[in-house]
């Protein structure tokens, strides 16, 4: 049987371990989604030289590295499902993405993607898949997969689906790109718009650093 090109656990759902650092358990783990949150939004990515980092994210990035702190990307990619572009563009902006962080002394340690979309085309046509957020699949299976505190892990996104995603896992807190301070049942949405914001960020890493509750 030939194998599979790309790391495909099922159709609709790829799972990338980058590297080999090894990380002890219970250790948490900072989730980031990927467009809109690590590199300006394209709309449906599928050229990797449009790829353009945010700013600050990879000191985000770099200071979870050198606290010993696992990141993982955790991104939709229902233009997968809808036909607009396959795994092989996606393996190419992703790439790119990540030779960016690299370039800039940030790395990342997972990947996950679900492309299954109600919208979308064949095995990939399947609504409200636990996988895509805003259920909180990728986070469990990554928690799954590298023993995770996902109590004391934190997720960055865009979306309000990416702090529900954390939520529903089971985190305590997330950081919403341009939005508002929330708390709602036990989880707390802070806003990062400005340099005070990402200090509070760089602050809470350092804290998931030194083991602190």
């Known amino acids: 049987m030939k194998p599979e090109p790309y790391p495909l656990q099922e159709p609709g759902l790829w799972v990338e371990r980058v590297g080999s650092k090894m990380f002890p358990a219970g ?8 467009d809109g949150t690590i590199n300006v939004d394209t709309g449906y990515p599928d050229d990797p030289a449009e790829m353009v980092l945010r700013e600050d994210i ?7 590295n050198r606290a010993g702190i696992p990141v993982i990307i955790v991104t939709n990619q ?24 690299r370039a800039d002394n940030a790395f990342v340690d997972m990947v996950l993607a679900c492309a299954y979309h109600e ?30 505190d996902l109590q004391r892990s934190l997720i960055v996104g865009d979306k309000p689906a990416d702090m529900e995603a954390g939520q529903r896992a089971g985190l ?22 400005d340099r005070e914001d990402f200090g ?8 998931l650093g030194a083991g602190e509750p």
């Open 58 to 64: 990879a000191a985000a990035i770099g200071a979870a």
């Open 78 to 101: 229902s233009g997968i499902a809808r036909g607009y572009y396959g795994w092989g563009d996606f393996a190419a902006v992703n790439g790119r993405v990540l030779d960016l962080l």
């Open 200 to 207: 509070g960020l760089l602050a809470a890493i350092a804290t």
């Open 119 to 148: 919208a979308g085309e064949g095995p990939l046509a399947i609504a409200d898949h636990p996988m895509r957020k805003p259920n909180p699949g990728m986070l469990l299976e990554a928690g799954r997969r590298f023993g995770l």
């Open 27 to 34: 250790t948490p783990a900072l989730f980031f989604d990927r």
């Open 172 to 193: 305590s807190q997330g950081w919403l790109v341009d939005g508002e301070a929330v708390v709602q049942s036990g989880f707390a949405v802070r806003p990062w718009r």
